[in-house]
T-cell receptor
Framework: DSGVTQTPKHLITATGQRVTLRCSPR?????VYWYQQSLDQGLQFLIH???????AKGNILERFSAQQFPDLHSELNLSSLELGDSALYFC????????????FGEGSRLTVL | AQTVTQSQPEMSVQEAETVTLSCTYD???????LFWYKQPPSRQMILVIR??????QNATENRFSVNFQKAAKSFSLKISDSQLGDTAMYFC???????????FGTGTRLKVLA
């Protein structure tokens, strides 16, 4: 158990819909990262938050947005969903800037039909 | 640009044998951290081993060890006495010290054969 909690674990929805994925980092971790992993692909970095502030953006579509709340949990919002958005979405947290490993949640598997 | 290259998309090894997964990276930083992650069929990302660049000694974790060649910017993972449970995708990653940016390789799919 990494200590990072993601909900929901599985989500099936239709094209055009909007979903919200939630992540609770490990206790005390200030950094939250979101990654997208399509089937049999590598990890695509989406966005990083540190203590409530956005610090870096990767290949995140304009239809996607995220935020980190004062209690440090984070949400990734995906809107106007397309078939190609079907993927495993990982949240990960780390304790300090640039030191140490990422701790990953179990992922949220999104299926868009 | 800082990059991580895993040149072996797929590998296989017989159970109980030893296998080495390669990883090279490119950075101008002198302080950084390197990691190997395992992603089994369950898709959970699990940290296998980590190495601090300032440490000359190669990290080991039970059957897993690394060969860290800083000058060559190489960070290979050796799995000894391979077990069926080692079947997974393995990702090499690094982060320059003091930054937020983790950089992952494209992964090596390892299959352990009975």
């Amino acid at each position: 158990d990494s200590g990072v909690t993601q909900t929901p674990k599985h989500l099936i929805t239709a094209t055009g819909q909007r979903v919200t994925l939630r992540c609770s980092p490990r206790s005390g971790d200030l950094s939250v990262y979101w990654y997208q992993q399509s089937l049999d692909q590598g990890l695509q970095f989406l966005i990083h938050y540190y203590n409530g502030e956005e610090r870096a953006k990767g290949n995140i579509l304009e239809r996607f947005s995220a935020q980190q709340f004062p209690d440090l949990h984070s949400e990734l919002n995906l809107s106007s969903l397309e078939l190609g958005d079907s993927a495993l979405y990982f949240c990960a947290s780390s304790a300090r800037q640039g030191i140490g490993e990422l701790f990953f949640g179990e992922g949220s598997r999104l299926t868009v039909l | 640009a800082q990059t991580v290259t895993q040149s072996q998309p797929e590998m296989s090894v017989q159970e109980a044998e030893t296998v080495t997964l390669s990883c090279t990276y490119d950075t101008s930083e002198s302080n950084y951290y390197l990691f190997w992650y395992k992603q089994p069929p369950s898709r959970q990302m699990i940290l296998v081993i980590r190495q601090e660049a300032y440490k000359q000694q190669n990290a080991t974790e039970n059957r897993f060890s690394v060969n860290f060649q800083k000058a060559a910017k190489s960070f290979s993972l050796k799995i000894s006495d391979s077990q069926l449970g080692d079947t997974a995708m393995y990702f090499c990653a690094f982060i320059p010290g003091g930054t937020y940016k983790y950089i992952f390789g494209t992964g090596t799919r390892l299959k352990v054969l009975a």
